[in-house]
């Protein structure tokens, strides 16, 4: 489990790396008075182009291991950081923006699937759950650093140190991972070689009920998750909220993803599996829903700090369960389509809840969002009438 730690530690830096920027590019945009419509447009683009390749990144990281793939990854998350700095808005307008949201989500994908398989190949199925709750926990602490850091960097100093702060993160995650590169696996999949030549269709392994509810569980969970990023800082700057205010706003509910995720253990000997996923779409869709009634600084903390627990709770259950039902030597490929199906809805669902915002207000994105996750809900509830988790059967 040291090596469990120690690649955690790793995602955890990237991650940072990885966060920082994208809330940073968000109140950037904020600050130059670009519309809600933009700022869904900036979030977007971090997802597009991992929404187009991640099933095919997937499947390379299966055939060629994680050193190289890591390696562009921190080269990827780390330039991105730069572009504004070198480009700035009173030179080149939004634009360079979308560079470094194109680079840094791109980038972060393929750190995303490497860690993520490695993981796997580093537990067991009696310890793989505890294994991503560790990485979820690193996730919470460096989601709740990085706003809060960002936020600080931007007011005190200037958007070019906050940028340079989130360059510093990746680039010293990637220099980990090759200094302790011998620790781990070269490769997250035992592939043989008459597998190798075989061709496979990601549909086959969609077309596995275990697998596809597993999936589409995880894509509305990361809707919920990405999605908070969007709209607090779009409202937050609605109702009046500086960047350090908005910052903590984002902190609070990873500090509480953190919290809910230190008991998850507890949690899981005492809820199944499918059980912990709806009741968090389903709370987690009403809290949307309630939340543009809510103007008070200390509720949104209350109603953020619950969201996140809420959230939280679901993405070492998915991950574990996701590790489960893939069949051998195809997990990059599952984690591939999982992450496919998380950054189609990134990218499809800010565009629509950032055109609305900047038509009717933040309003329309709470309660569109908070509507597609009590559908969600209704969905698996449905498709898992007994609420039976592969892990049981």
């Known amino acids: 489990m040291l090596k469990v730690i120690k690649l955690v530690v790793i995602m955890g830096l990237m991650h940072c790396g990885f966060t920082s920027s994208r809330v940073i590019?968000?109140?950037?945009?904020?600050?130059?008075?670009?519309?809600?419509?933009?700022?869904g447009a900036i979030l977007s683009a971090y997802s597009l182009i991992p929404a187009l390749i991640a099933i095919h990144v997937g499947k390379w990281i299966d055939k060629v291991g994680v050193k190289l793939p890591f390696g562009i990854a921190a080269s990827?998350?780390?330039?991105?950081?730069?572009?504004?700095?070198?480009?700035?808005?009173?030179?080149?307008?939004?634009?360079?923006?979308?560079?470094?949201?194109?680079?840094?989500?791109?980038?972060?994908?393929?750190?995303?699937?490497?860690?993520?398989?490695?993981?796997?190949?580093l537990s067991t199925n009696k310890t793989r759950a505890t294994a991503f709750t560790y990485q979820s926990i690193a996730f919470s602490l460096s989601g709740s650093a990085g706003p809060v850091m960002a936020g600080y960097f931007i007011d005190l100093g200037s958007f070019s140190y906050a940028?340079?702060?989130?360059f510093s993160f990746a680039t010293v995650g990637g220099l980990a991972f090759f200094l302790l590169s011998s620790n781990f696996p070269k490769k997250i999949s035992n592939i043989s070689k008459l597998k190798r030549t075989e061709k496979h269709s990601a549909l086959e392994l969609f077309a596995l009920k275990p697998v596809r509810n597993v999936l589409i569980a995880s894509a509305f969970v990361s809707m919920a998750w990405d999605l908070q990023a969007f709209m607090i800082p779009v409202y937050g700057t609605e109702i009046g909220l500086d960047a350090v205010q908005?910052?903590?706003?984002?902190?609070?509910?990873?500090?509480?993803?953190?919290?809910?995720?230190?008991?998850?253990?507890?949690?899981?000997?005492?809820?199944?599996?499918?059980k912990i996923i709806i009741f968090v779409l389903t709370s987690s869709g009403l809290i949307f829903l309630a939340f543009p009634f809510i103007h008070?600084?200390?509720?949104?903390?209350?109603?953020?700090?619950?969201?996140?627990?809420?959230?939280g709770s679901s993405q070492p259950n998915v991950l574990s369960?996701?590790?489960t039902v893939t069949p051998d030597g195809r997990i990059g490929e599952a984690i591939g389509i999982r992450t496919m199906l998380m950054n189609l809805s990134h990218c499809?669902?800010?565009?629509?809840?950032?055109?609305?915002?900047?038509l009717v207000g933040?309003?329309?994105?709470?309660?569109?969002?908070?509507?597609?996750?009590?559908?969600?809900?209704?969905?698996?509830?449905?498709?898992?009438?007994?609420?039976?988790?592969?892990?049981?059967?």
């Open 246 to 274: 908005i910052g903590w706003l984002l902190s609070a509910f990873s500090i509480s993803t953190f919290a809910v995720r230190t008991v998850m253990p507890i949690i899981s000997k005492a809820f199944e599996e499918w």
């Open 321 to 323: 369960l996701l590790h």
């Open 362 to 393: 933040a309003a329309a994105a709470f309660w569109s969002l908070g509507g597609t996750l009590l559908a969600g809900a209704g969905y698996l509830r449905a498709s898992n009438k007994n609420f039976s988790s592969p892990t049981s059967t």
């Open 163 to 166: 940028y340079l702060a989130a």
């Open 76 to 121: 990827m998350v780390g330039s991105a950081s730069l572009v504004p700095v070198f480009l700035p808005y009173e030179s080149f307008g939004i634009w360079p923006v979308f560079i470094t949201c194109l680079l840094a989500g791109t980038g972060f994908l393929f750190a995303l699937i490497s860690g993520q398989g490695l993981i796997g190949v």
């Open 348 to 358: 499809v669902f800010p565009l629509l809840f950032g055109a609305g915002g900047s």
């Open 25 to 39: 590019s968000t109140l950037y945009a904020l600050d130059h008075q670009e519309s809600a419509w933009v700022v």
């Open 296 to 311: 008070s600084l200390p509720l949104l903390f209350v109603f953020v700090s619950v969201l996140g627990m809420s959230i």
